[in-house]
């Protein structure tokens, strides 16, 4: 029943919030850019103009992909360079006005470690905390902001869980009070609807690698009349607010995802819920095992549930053995002997916060794959819990 596909060979490959594979559809409308059409888009020349005309087309294909103006689309390195330009940028711009910055317990590192480094540099900062589905409420946001509060940073779904945050009203906080408000909605796109006005954001961060484009490009949302710091001094890329020659032929790769991860959104979602929810059913038939996030305000094509009495990597061992890729959490933090932050801030223990398994679909799965996962997972919960001195005797048996 093994994933035969073109894109993971022999793999069942389940760990789509840590990366996707470049389309070929991208990847072909990508290699030109690399070739013949290879020209600096700041030059003055006919085969500069192609790679200018290129960028614009990318600009229009990303902003209006998420409702917004082709003017508020800055092309970044993906993801984590968008949160830290976002955060930094907003801070710096508007100290003047206050230097207090709320966020969640729950984001995504490149927006906590921002934040803690900005404690550093004397900005103040409030870590929301959650429910135990991993929401934020808006009751915290409204007792956390100060007059000095110039910013909110609180992701639009999280990396591990997949829970969605009420990103719309806690927008309409912010805007009331006239704060920024900035969502790292890097795992929505291709997901969920993702519409800058319907969520009343100021600024949003998005990574081509998770909606089947490249990796190493990215973009922020940055809404107009934002003040913020430029992001680097060099040439008049970006609007004189990014310098550095762009990358072309990623960013053209970056367009053509976003458009039809856009196109094929209803399809997909559909076959997404339809494959998570045979993969839940059949997770939680083994004791002792929890869902981890919201049970129904969840990305369509997230799964993480939580086996008491083992260890999350021993799990990810096993399972690699019978080439299933899968996660225990963010794969930026794959190195970390720490249990999640985010499921710490759930209240899960951190006994049994160890003991996560991320499961994250996409668009080549199949139910056979599914089936395949339950097949092999159950007798490996079972041998790792007989070789835990921690499992009761029931569960031995």
Known sequence: MKNNNKNTGNTVYLDHAATTFTDPVVLE??????TENFGNPSSPYNIAHISREALDKARQQVADAINADTEEIYFTSGGTESDNWAIKG?????RKRGNHIITSAIEHHAVLHTCQWLEKQGFEVTYLPVDKYGQVRTEDVKRAIRGDTILISVMLANNEIGTIQPIPEIGRIA?????????DAVQGIGQIPVDVEALNVDLLSLSSHKFYGPKGVGALYIKKGSRIDNHSHGGAQEKKKRAGTE???GIVGMGAAIEQAISQLEEHA?????????????????????????????????VNVIFEYIEGESILLMLNSFSIAASTGSACTSASLEPSHVLIACGFPHEIAHGSLRLTLGKENT?????????IIEPII?????????TPEELRK
């Open 90 to 94: 907003v801070a710096f711009a508007n």
């Open 367 to 375: 139910e056979d794959d599914v089936d395949y996962v339950l097949q």
């Open 270 to 302: 559909a076959h997404m819920k339809k494959l998570r929810t045979r993969l839940l059913e059949g997770l939680l038939q083994i004791p002792a095992t929890h869902l981890a996030g919201h049970p129904e305000k969840r990305l369509p094509n997230n």
């Open 382 to 390: 079972k041998r790792l819990r007989a070789m835990s001195p921690m």
């Open 175 to 183: 805007r009331k009070k006239g704060i920024y408000f900035h969502t």
């Open 29 to 34: 409308t990508m290699l030109p850019y690399f």
């Open 247 to 249: 990358n072309v032929p």
